[in-house]
C-alpha cells in the first residue's frame, strides 16, 4: 500500500472491535477505493468510500464500524460477544448492513443484517471475502434484496424505467480490478454465485449467524 491509500485502510482496521481481523482481500479493497478517489465525508463527520466513480450517489459503502452498532442486535449479549460483529459496509438506502462475523470456530465470514423496515435478509452472506468482493462488482444499486439476485443490474434497471438515459454500469472499474488482482470471474448476477439467504422471519432456519443472534435477542 502506498503513502496515499494508508489513511482509509488505517481508519478500517482501527475501527474495528478488539480479536476482530480484516481479511487481505478487504484491505485491498479498501486501499483501491482511496487509490481512485472514491473516499468522502460525511457531514456529521467521519468517513465512507464508494464502490466506484460510477457509484457517487449510490447506496452503497464502505466506512469504519459504529461501535454501538452490535448492541442494537444483540442487546443482552456481553461485549466480548458483540465484539464478533462488525458491520462494515452498508447494503442499502433502507440502513442494511453487511458485516464481518467471527462463528462459533473463529472463522470470519460476511453476514447481511437487513434493516427490518425494508430488507429483511439476515444470515451469512459469504464464507470468502473474494466472493463479496465479486458480489459488489455486479453492479446492483443495492444489495439488500434477494428478490432481485436473479435478475442483472440492467435488467433491474430497465424494468424501474432507469435506461431513458445510456445505460448505466456502475462498478465496471471494480469489477475490473477484481478480476485482474484476484483472478476470479465476476458473474452477471448474484444468483449466478449465491443460494437463498437467511430471512428474519425464518423459524426453523440452519443458518448459524441467524442462530447466534437469535440467542442474543432481549
Known amino acids: 500500500m502506498t503513502a496515499g491509500t494508508i489513511e482509509f485502510v488505517r481508519r478500517m482496521i482501527e475501527s474495528m472491535p478488539p480479536g476482530m481481523a480484516v481479511p487481505d482481500p478487504l484491505l485491498r479493497f479498501f486501499a483501491w477505493q482511496e487509490a ?21 450517489a449510490g447506496c452503497m459503502y464502505a466506512a469504519p464500524v459504529e461501535p454501538d452498532y452490535a448492541e442494537g442486535w444483540l442487546p443482552t449479549a456481553p461485549q466480548a460477544e458483540r465484539d464478533r460483529l462488525a458491520a462494515f459496509f452498508r447494503t442499502g438506502g433502507d440502513g442494511s448492513y453487511a458485516a464481518l462475523w467471527r462463528d462459533d470456530a473463529g472463522a470470519v465470514r460476511i453476514v447481511h443484517l437487513g434493516s427490518g423496515s425494508g430488507s429483511t435478509m439476515l444470515g451469512v452472506l459469504v464464507s470468502d471475502p473474494v466472493d463479496f468482493l465479486r458480489l459488489l462488482a455486479i453492479g446492483y444499486e443495492e444489495l439488500c434484496w434477494p428478490d432481485q439476485f436473479d435478475r442483472t443490474p440492467a435488467e433491474i434497471d430497465e424494468e424501474n424505467e432507469y435506461l431513458e438515459r445510456d445505460p448505466w454500469d456502475r462498478a465496471a472499474a471494480m469489477r475490473a480490478w477484481v478480476e ?14 449465491l443460494g437463498r439467504i437467511a430471512d428474519m422471519g425464518d423459524r426453523d432456519s440452519a443458518d448459524p449467524f441467524l442462530r447466534w443472534v437469535r440467542s442474543w435477542d432481549a
Not at 485482474?180 to 454465485?193: I, L, S
Request: proline share 3%.
Open 36 to 56: 481512485q478517489g472514491l473516499v468522502r465525508a460525511f457531514r456529521s463527520g467521519g468517513c465512507y468510500a464508494q464502490i466506484d466513480t460510477a457509484s457517487e
Open 180 to 193: 485482474a488482482e484476484f483472478g476470479v470471474a465476476v458473474p452477471a448476477r448474484a444468483a449466478d454465485m
